[in-house]
């Protein structure tokens, strides 16, 4: 029996040995090419981080400020403390934000952040007082949640001032002032528009017993501070009912009262 042909044998070596194994040369570009690629990569690494670190383009030049009303853009600048001629990048915007809440109570919220190339932008919200809380010459500023956050020589203008009556001991034992002041606020955010405008004084005497003192010597009795937006649509029509009536009683809303005596 004849043995393989020349021609079968070299297809047998072929498939013993794998497929054709690249050239030498070819062999040796690929690493050299991974390795010019690994350089280009870290050069292009060391380029970003010099430019935002090292260079002079991308650094605090500029500190913006919106959104003040009572207070100034210079003192918030002062109080931000922001490191101009930092590079931007490396400012911590939680920090100046913290800072600014701590530094000037009056604001209420604010948001720092990077304005490329070379600013930082502090957009501030300020508290708004919806009672004032007389101390010697000056006024204690309080917002919608309680909040003292200010004094200042003259009570703003258009905003009631919060008188503490209680003459009982025992009432302050059970509710303590911060609480009867946070009674107040919660029906202050109820008064009607109409009528805070005339809104002189809210007189706390106790957790149910609050009232308010209007222009022209009226008064509305305004209990405790349930049912806030109910009394204030009842306070509303009595008055347009009304309108000679001298004294008000929206404590309970479902049976309310005026007179003009």
């Given amino acids: ?118 600013g930082i932008g502090l957009e501030v919200t300020e508290r708004t007082p919806v009672l004032v809380v007389e101390k010697g010459a000056n006024f204690i500023e309080v917002d919608a949640h309680g909040v003292r956050f200010a004094t200042v020589p003259k009570a703003p203008k258009g905003v009631p001032a919060l008188e503490l009556a209680v003459s009982r001991p025992a009432v302050l034992r059970r509710f303590p002032a911060d609480r009867l002041v946070r009674e107040a606020v919660r029906i202050a955010r109820d008064i009607p528009d109409a009528v805070a405008r005339d809104t002189r004084t809210v007189k706390v005497r106790s957790y149910d017993d609050v009232s308010l003192e209007l222009r022209g010597g009226r008064t509305v009795a305004w209990g405790s501070d349930e049912k806030g937006r109910a009394k204030a649509r009842t306070l509303l029509a009595l008055m347009k009912a009304d309108p000679g009536a001298r004294h008000f009683d929206v404590s309970a809303p479902t049976a309310p009262a005026s007179s003009r005596s």
């Fill in 1 to 118: 029996m004849a043995g393989p042909t020349t021609a079968e044998r070299g297809e047998r070596q072929k498939l013993e040995s794998g497929p054709p194994r690249p050239p030498l040369l070819g062999r040796l570009r690929r690493p050299r090419g991974l390795v010019v690629l690994l350089a280009v990569a870290v050069l292009a690494g060391a380029a970003a981080v010099w430019v935002l670190y090292g260079s002079s383009w991308l650094r605090v030049e500029r500190v913006s400020v919106s959104g003040t009303r009572v207070l100034t853009a210079a003192q918030v600048r002062e109080a931000a403390d922001v490191p101009v001629g930092s590079p931007l990048v490396s400012v911590d915007t939680d920090v100046i934000a913290a800072r600014l809440r701590r530094e000037l109570p009056r604001i209420d919220s604010v948001e720092a952040v990077r304005s490329w190339p070379d």
